[in-house]
């Protein structure tokens, strides 16, 4: 027996290649999200429109409806994402549930 152990060549990590369609689907939907949110914090807009969503952003009406079928949706993604950043922006609002009646008025 050899004093000479054999060890198998390291496994290399797999790079995934992404094209420049995905990366900008990826941009512009976190893109859209921070539009959202900066006008919940800057204009106290807690029941922003999908047009002025789009104009804060600076992407198109077909952008936004292909990440998210409706403001609704939208609001839910704020809220999933942004959650305890918006219960800190509303203040007055104690409760995650009650930022959430806040968005759903």
């Keep these: 027996m050899s004093d000479i152990i054999e ?4 496994v290399e990590t ?3 290649k992404t094209d420049g369609r995905e990366q900008r689907s990826v941009n512009n939907r976190a893109v859209l999200v921070a539009a959202g949110m900066r006008l919940i914090e800057r204009d106290n807009n807690w ?3 999908s047009t002025q969503i789009i104009e804060e952003a600076g992407i198109s009406k077909r ?3 292909n990440h998210f079928t409706n ?3 939208f609001r839910q993604v704020l809220m999933n994402e942004h959650g305890d ?3 800190a922006l509303a203040g007055r609002i104690t409760t995650l549930n009650d930022v959430v009646k806040a968005l759903m008025r």
């Design 7 to 10: 060890t198998a060549p390291p």
């Design 14 to 16: 797999p790079i995934i």
């Design 47 to 49: 029941r922003a429109t």
């Design 63 to 65: 952008t936004f409806f």
């Design 71 to 73: 403001v609704e949706y």
């Design 85 to 87: 950043q918006l219960l």
